[in-house]
């Protein structure tokens, strides 16, 4: 079964951290590029565009969007099929639901883990 199952969000005052968890199936997550999205509370409908905000080749190769870049770290574990993102110095703009995926491919979105950043 295709799935995607993130966890970690939760409520943190600006400057402070979170770490994300996404375990995915092994048929996604095997040998791909995985990704972290992130959509804006009440932006919840079908079509409405996701933000990559960080993603990580099989080799471990990272990108970022100057946004999140130098706060935001993602990586991998592949024995465990699950990808993180360790996000520092948060800011209120940061404020999202936060997704996994494969960019390019974009298998069946998982339920996300709600981010809020208060001032």
């Known amino acids: 079964q295709v799935q995607l199952v993130e966890s970690g969000g939760g409520l943190v005052q600006a400057g402070g951290s979170l770490r994300l968890s996404c375990v995915a199936s092994r048929s996604i997550f095997s040998g791909k590029t995985m990704g972290w999205y992130r959509q804006v509370p009440g932006a919840q409908r079908p079509g409405a565009q996701r933000?990559?905000?960080?993603?990580?080749?099989?080799?471990?190769?990272?990108s970022y969007p100057d946004a999140v870049k130098e706060r935001f770290t993602i990586s991998r574990d592949n024995a465990k099929n699950t990808v993180y993102l360790q996000m520092n110095n948060l800011k209120p703009e940061d404020t999202a639901v936060y997704y996994c995926n494969v960019p390019g491919l974009l298998f069946k979105w998982g339920q996300g883990t709600l981010v809020t950043v208060s001032p």
């Open positions: 933000e990559l905000v960080a993603a990580i080749t099989s080799d471990g190769t990272t």
